[in-house]
């Protein structure tokens, strides 16, 4: 007895009539008159009584007729639980851009115990750079972003996006402490001329600042690495073969590294970011006012 019998057959029993239960099922009068013929072979027993007003279940058919419909029941019972697993993977997910210059912050500061106080929430990172975090969020790829202010102000089309600012940040320049640009209290450019730069491998709207203002002095900065990974950034900076102009909270503590503030940086607030367009799944909500609700504690 297949599920396809079974719903012919309880179809057949409710219109008591062949051709309107194949008409209901969108299938030929012949396959349900066949499914029907196949379970009599089955059962060995008659299940239809048939007349010229159409066909009623006999003792044996009415027998297997409750069957079917607990069975039929219990079947998509079954199927709608796992299509509500399916939509559980689904809907209780949120999908998060981060950038190369703010992942291990918006982590720690964030994600973490939003992971730890929501076990039934799967957080899924993409790490891209600002604007392509942006573009993701619009084409629904993420559902929020954290991005910095700097990117902010370039995009046009920013009254689609929600905007939360969570912290705030500044560009050092990170040297050695034998360094002599470690002895002054903050740096203007003339101090950094000839100083050779690493940056991490991600568009930073400060780098056209800073270029504008090298070009003031007839120069461009001595860009001496570009990379993605921060552990080979500061190690650089340990051996002395370059000074790391990035966000002060992206190195550890270390009491052989000073970060010196550079004047012509404005402090950066860091933004999460969501499209106010679409409306959020269950779980984005929570993590939105959660968010939300962290952010005014503060």
């Known amino acids: 007895m297949t599920q396809i019998q079974m719903e012919y057959f309880i179809k057949t029993c409710e219109f008591g009539n062949i051709a309107q239960a194949a008409d209901a099922l969108f299938v030929s009068r012949s396959a349900v008159s066949r499914a029907i013929s196949d379970l009599e072979k089955e059962f060995q027993a008659e299940l239809l009584t048939r007349s010229k007003n159409g066909v009623t279940p006999t003792n044996a058919g009415q027998i297997v007729l409750e069957m079917a419909k607990n069975v039929s029941s219990s079947y998509q019972g079954v199927v709608r639980r796992i299509r509500e697993l399916e939509d559980w993977r689904?809907?209780?997910?949120?999908?998060?851009?981060?950038?190369?210059t703010n992942n291990l912050q918006v982590y720690q500061n964030y994600l973490r115990q939003y992971a730890l106080d929501s076990p039934g929430v799967k957080l899924v990172l993409t790490e891209e750079?600002?604007?392509?975090?942006?573009?993701?969020?619009?084409?629904?790829?993420?559902?929020?972003?954290f991005i910095p202010s700097g990117i902010i102000r370039d995009q046009p089309d920013m009254d689609f996006f929600q905007v939360l600012p969570l912290y705030r940040n500044r560009i050092v320049l990170w040297v050695r402490k034998d360094s002599p640009l470690a002895k002054k209290p903050n740096?203007?450019?003339?101090?950094?001329?000839?100083?050779?730069?690493?940056?991490?491998?991600?568009?930073?709207?400060?780098?056209?600042?800073?270029e504008s203002c090298f070009e003031a002095y007839s120069k461009q900065p001595r860009v001496?690495?570009?990379?993605?990974?921060?552990p080979l950034l500061r190690q650089m900076v340990l051996d002395g073969q370059t000074c790391a102009l990035i966000p002060d909270d992206m190195f550890e503590p270390s009491p052989e590294l000073v970060?010196?503030?550079?004047?012509?940086?404005?402090?950066?607030t860091n933004y999460m970011i969501w499209n106010r367009s679409i409306l959020p799944g269950s779980a984005t909500a929570h993590f939105?006012?959660?968010?939300?609700?962290?952010i005014r504690a503060l």
Do not use: K, W
Not at 129 to 145: F, M, N
């Open 224 to 230: 001496t690495v570009r990379t993605t990974s921060v």
């Open 259 to 268: 970060a010196v503030p550079m004047r012509f940086f404005r402090n950066c």
């Open 129 to 145: 750079c600002a604007s392509r975090c942006l573009e993701l969020l619009s084409l629904g790829q993420v559902d929020v972003t």
């Open 187 to 210: 740096l203007e450019i003339h101090d950094i001329l000839d100083c050779p730069l690493g940056y991490l491998n991600a568009p930073m709207p400060m780098e056209r600042s800073l």
């Open 288 to 294: 939105i006012s959660r968010m939300e609700q962290d």
């Open 90 to 100: 689904l809907f209780h997910q949120v999908r998060v851009g981060i950038t190369p």
